[in-house]
Nanobody
Framework: QVQLVESGGGLVQPGGSLRLSCAASGSIFSINRMGWYRQAPGKQRELVAAFTGRISTNYADSVKGRFTISRDNAKNTVYLQMNSLKPEDTAVYYC???????????????WGQGTQVTVSS
């Protein structure tokens, strides 16, 4: 199994910044993909940013130029630096990891518990 622990959410004023962290632990053999999703009230969960390969990334159009995803492979940790935050960025942010565990032949999706980000004055 893989456990994901998220941190870094909170309340911030418009134009402010936050940094989210997600650390993966457990019997990990390999991590195929790491990323962040978010879900606002009454809306579907959507991709925010993800590593689609070793270094290639994918961002939602709404966050391009403001958010940056990064990772520390040695720590199995993915980060999301969020700058110039807007009220419409308010949502619960979820870490997502696609990983293969020891003894398994297939990779599976794992989700963090979610961390609330609220952008409001």
């Amino acid at each position: 199994q893989v456990q994901l622990v998220e941190s870094g959410g909170g309340l911030v004023q418009p134009g402010g910044s936050l940094r989210l962290s997600c650390a993966a632990s457990g019997s990990i053999f390999s991590i195929n993909r790491m990323g962040w999703y978010r879900q606002a009230p009454g809306k579907q969960r959507e991709l925010v940013a993800a590593f689609t390969g070793r270094i290639s990334t994918n961002y939602a159009d709404s966050v391009k130029g403001r958010f940056t995803i990064s990772r520390d492979n040695a720590k199995n940790t993915v980060y999301l630096q969020m700058n110039s935050l807007k009220p419409e960025d308010t949502a619960v942010y979820y870490c997502n990891v696609v990983a293969q565990t020891l003894g398994s032949y297939v990779a599976r999706d794992y989700w963090g518990q979610g961390t609330q980000v609220t952008v409001s004055s």
